[in-house]
């Protein structure tokens, strides 16, 4: 998770800070309040900006198909309004919240102890909503492509899941809202416009409870979700191959035959084939995407004591590249659905 940011801010076990001190720093450490220099500092702006307006974008429209057609409320696609409602978060709340934390030495917004503990519990509860979502869409998918004579999720079914997925989410998240807390060291400065400087950290009661909790999130949030997404695709992947053989052989059967059957069967079989592709993408793009950041979270727990500008620098490329999800996923959960696909054309081409 990105609030791993909070625990290499400060450590409250190694860092014992008086006012004198900070004093006598301050104007050198803290007069320009950036962890990360030029042109690194820029760029990081400029990618982060586009990853936010490329995925507020695509999710935007994915929830405005859904609502302004009746007939596009369907189970299935509540699955997928809910995975854009939640990278909606991530790029409207998570992103431009962890690039402050990334580029910032000090916490930038004042006394509010609430809202450090709740940025941190709503940035993790959008991640876990976020995997989540795609793992139910995986298992949504199973059961209708592989148990077709199985009765199809009706939208109440659907939505005491997706009210299930947000209390699980917040449920897990919950340690964040527990253990994050503001501190404050009064300094006085007024020739550099400060008279205090605050900290969201992160206050484990157990020694290597960070450490715990990462390996957890590591498990729920990443292993679990790719295993069982790729369990579902790949079993989905073998029966829509067993019915494009079938589809195969029974086009060569009828080859001769004068009527349409043998076109409509061809693109069948087409239509199987692009959907294996999918599903494939589907997985390999969320284990590329997650596997960095969380690789990065345990690692900081494990060994970092302290942040340099090239750990901030590569810890916000693993964080960009698990946040990239929410912008492939209206690609690969909408453009690529001819439904949302004709509903993206008409809102943008509207007049």
Not at 117 to 129: D, N, R, W, Y
Request: charged residues 15%; aromatic residues 10%; glycine residues 4%.
């Amino acid at each position: 998770m990105d609030v791993v940011l909070s625990r290499l801010n400060i450590s409250l076990d190694n860092v014992t800070l008086s006012t004198s001190t900070i004093r006598q720093g301050l104007i050198e450490e803290y007069s320009n309040n950036r962890k990360v220099g030029e042109p690194a500092y820029h760029i990081l702006i400029v990618l982060y900006s586009i990853l936010i307006i490329f995925g507020a974008t695509g999710n935007s429209l994915v929830v405005m198909a859904v609502a302004r057609k009746p007939q596009m409320r369907t189970a299935r696609n509540m699955f997928i309004v809910n995975l854009a409602v939640s990278d909606l978060l991530l790029c409207l709340v998570t992103m431009p919240l962890t690039l402050v934390e990334i580029l910032t030495k000090y916490w930038p917004m004042g006394r509010l102890p609430f809202l450090c503990k709740s940025i941190g519990t709503l940035q993790a509860t959008s991640i876990f909503v976020s995997t989540i979502s795609i793992t139910a869409i995986a298992l949504d998918r199973y059961q209708v492509i592989v148990y077709p004579t199985r009765d199809s999720l009706q939208r109440m079914g659907a939505i005491v899941i997706l009210t299930g997925i947000w209390i699980i989410s917040l449920v897990l998240a919950s340690p964040m809202f527990i253990t994050r807390r503001l501190i404050h060291y009064d300094v006085n400065l007024p020739s550099l416009g400060i008279e205090y400087i605050s900290y969201c950290i992160e206050d484990w009661p157990m020694a290597r409870g960070r450490v715990y909790y990462s390996v957890f999130t590591l498990c729920v949030q990443y292993l679990l979700p790719i295993l069982i997404v790729s369990i579902a695709y790949l079993r989905i992947y073998l029966k829509l191959k067993h019915r494009l053989v079938v589809t195969t052989t029974t086009v060569s059967t009828n080859s001769n035959s004068k009527d349409s059957q043998p076109v409509r069967e061809r693109e069948r079989g087409r239509r199987m084939q692009r959907t294996n592709y999918l599903l494939i993408s589907i997985a390999l793009i969320f284990g590329i995407s997650w596997l960095p950041l969380n690789l990065f979270n345990l690692f900081a727990d494990l060994y970092l004591s302290g942040i340099t500008q090239e750990i901030m620098v590569a810890y916000a490329i693993c964080h960009m590249m698990g946040m990239s999800s929410a912008c492939s996923n209206p690609l690969l959960y909408g453009w690529l659905n001819d439904n949302f696909r004709k509903e993206f054309n008409e809102i943008l081409c509207r007049k």
